[in-house]
T-cell receptor, first 114, second 111 residues
């Protein structure tokens, strides 16, 4: 069954704590993305990676970090520097062809601060 | 920065009615994607459009890539209660740019 998995579904963070959100895909897609979604808002890009061992900052990268050591995996760490981490986090992967890009999303992780 | 204007922001309709929503931008897009998101879930891709003027259907859903390449619309015919959710458009500028997302249209369907 091909797709994108994110874990956990819910995550609780204490003040000053770093937490890591998992994202795995078995679609053989080169590119992977992390978005943040706040209530009533669109999706905002945190980080993206178009190839293994390379990643780029998106629009709201401050307080977050990523790694891309394997094609299938793109974990996101929410650091203590992120002062307002409560949000719904979505991972996506995409395939780009000569006609354009098609992006697919995982089920999301909801992060809550205790 | 580039922006997508998606309208309407929300819609309350009766079951069986047709629905229309659209996205516009001042930028020219190469790709338009339409997604549906249900509460607590990730967006699910409904329709992908890659060519100006392209009209594509997926069951009761029809989407078009505007001829000016600056807009797209999504129609849902004969709505049913399970159509409830938030519908997002996304556009890509050029072949290498990242996707830009609209803020969504929240659809409510009254049985």
């Amino acid at each position: 069954d091909g797709g994108i998995t994110q874990s956990p579904k819910y995550l609780f963070r204490k003040e000053g704590q770093n937490v890591t959100l998992s994202c795995e895909q078995n679609l053989n897609h080169d590119a992977m993305y992390w978005y943040r979604q706040d209530p009533g808002q669109g999706l905002r890009l945190i980080y993206y990676s178009q190839i293994v061992n390379d990643f780029q900052k998106g629009d709201i990268a401050e307080g977050y970090s990523v790694s891309r050591e394997k094609k299938e995996s793109f974990p996101l760490t929410v650091t203590s520097a992120q002062k307002n981490p409560t949000a719904f986090y979505l991972c996506a992967s995409s395939i780009r062809t000569s006609v354009g890009e098609t992006q697919y999303f995982g089920p999301g992780t909801r992060l809550l601060v205790l | 920065g580039q922006q997508l204007n998606q309208s309407p922001q929300s819609m309350f309709i009766q079951e069986g009615e047709d629905v229309s929503m659209n996205c516009t931008s001042s930028s020219i897009f190469n790709t338009w994607l339409w997604y549906k998101q249900e509460p607590g879930e990730g967006p699910v891709l409904l329709i992908a459009l890659y060519k100006a003027g392209e009209l594509t259907s997926n069951g009761r859903l029809t989407a078009q890539f505007g001829i000016t390449r600056k807009d797209s619309f999504l129609n849902i015919s004969a709505s049913i209660p399970s159509d409830v959710g938030i519908y997002f458009c996304a556009g890509q500028v050029g072949s290498q740019g990242n996707l830009i997302f609209g803020k969504g249209t929240k659809l409510s369907v009254k049985p």
